[in-house]
């Protein structure tokens, strides 16, 4: 006697192509074996009785449908971050905002390898929590010489489903094998005179960028300049980093503040 065993391919959630269908007859008592593949981007949950092996055998002995049921892949994308002057770490808002993800700066961790990393959300850790915000000047947090990396809570767009609503970042150490952006001779300079911060020796007619960090790496001045000085109001004392990019490329220079 002749069987019809039809296979329906189904994709969880619902999605908008038609679910393809395989029907083929085989004689009563056979053994097939059936294989489900998934579309880029999904994968193989289960078979609607239930089971989950993929390929499988089915004994044949009465006219039968059976569905194969896909999900979509889980994303775990990494946070970018940047390094800045050898003893500071930044994440890339930027990039981040562009993923889909807009954290708060009390959203983001920065954690200190003690032995190794552990997996996100263990119940037991050691590494050392040790500063919260965007940016994380390293020689405040410990040893340039140790292991950092960045976490973040975050909400999964509706692009596409996380692995997980923490995300990590790739784990630095200050060892010369990352991109950093170091401080460098500049053919511009600052001083202080009357309460104002002079920058001299930027392009005149060309635009210039300058940025100003403090101590823990906050940008506490971000202004563009076409002229070849720019005065602002001093900052409190301290040091600061004042970073100007022009079309030649950025550079920064170490400023104290009396």
Not at 176 to 185: E, I, M, P, S
Not at 226 to 231: D, R, Y
């Amino acid at each position: 006697m002749r069987k019809l065993f039809a296979i329906l391919l189904s994709f969880i959630p619902l999605v908008l192509w038609a679910a393809p269908t395989h029907e083929e007859d085989v004689d009563c008592g056979t053994k097939v074996q059936i294989t489900a593949t998934p579309k880029p981007g999904y994968h193989f949950e289960r078979w609607s009785d239930g089971s989950t092996d993929n390929p499988r055998w089915i004994d044949v002995s009465a006219d039968s449908d059976l569905k194969a049921y896909f999900a979509p892949d889980c994303k775990q994308p990494v946070v970018p971050v940047e390094a800045l002057y050898d003893w500071m770490l930044v994440v890339d808002k930027v990039t981040l905002n562009n993923m889909g993800f807009t954290p708060a700066e009390d959203d983001v961790r920065w954690y200190r390898v003690v032995n190794k990393i552990d997996e996100r959300g263990a119940a037991k850790r050691d590494d050392e929590l040790v500063h919260v915000g965007y940016y994380l000047t390293v020689t405040h947090a410990g040893s340039i010489d140790d292991f950092y990396y960045a976490e973040i809570e975050v909400d999964a767009p509706e692009s596409f489903v996380l692995c997980s609503d923490t995300l990590r970042s790739t784990t630095w150490k200050f060892d010369g094998t990352q991109a950093v952006f170091r401080l460098t001779d500049t053919p511009f300079a600052c001083h202080f005179a009357e309460g104002k911060v002079h920058i001299t020796g930027l392009p005149p007619g060309e635009p210039a960028d300058v940025a100003v960090f403090d101590p823990l790496g906050k940008c506490i001045l971000r202004t563009r300049s076409k002229e070849s000085g720019l005065v602002f109001d001093a900052p409190p004392a301290g040091c600061y980093i004042i970073q100007v990019s022009t079309r030649a490329g950025t550079s920064g220079i170490r400023y104290i503040q009396p």
